[in-house]
C-alpha cells in the first residue's frame, strides 16, 4: 500500500480518526469497520472528483458512518452531555468543512474533535 500522496494519507488520517472514536465507544467491531472502509472507499472517488474537498475527509466519514450505524445498530456517538431526556447522537459540525467536531446540537456544545471521543467516554485515563 502506498500511503504517500495527500489524499491517501487524508483518507489515512479520516479513517484512523473514525476508528478511533468508534473503539472509544467499543463499537469497533468487524461489521462495523466495514462501514468504515465503504465510506473511504466512497471518499476516495468523491475527493478525485472534488480536490479542494481533501480537508473535509475526517468530518465526511464520521459523518458517513454515524448514517450508516444509524440504520443497522442505532445511534452513535451518544451525546454523554445530556443527562435527561432521549438518548441521542452528537452531530458532526461543520457538516462540509475542515477540523471537524462532534457536538450536542441539544446543548449546543462542542464535544470533542472528531477521532477525540476517548476521553470524553474515559475521564478518568
Ligand atoms: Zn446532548
Redesign the pocket.
Known sequence: MDHATPLEQALHVARALVLADLAAGEVADADVVSLVEDSVTHRRWWVEQWPEGVDYLAGLVAQDVKDALLEKYGRWPL????AH?EP?A?DVEPELGPDPHWV????G?R?AAVGGLGPVFHPGR
Do not use: M
Open positions: 451525546c454523554p452531555v445530556c431526556g441521542h452528537l450536542c446540537s441539544e446543548a456544545v464535544v
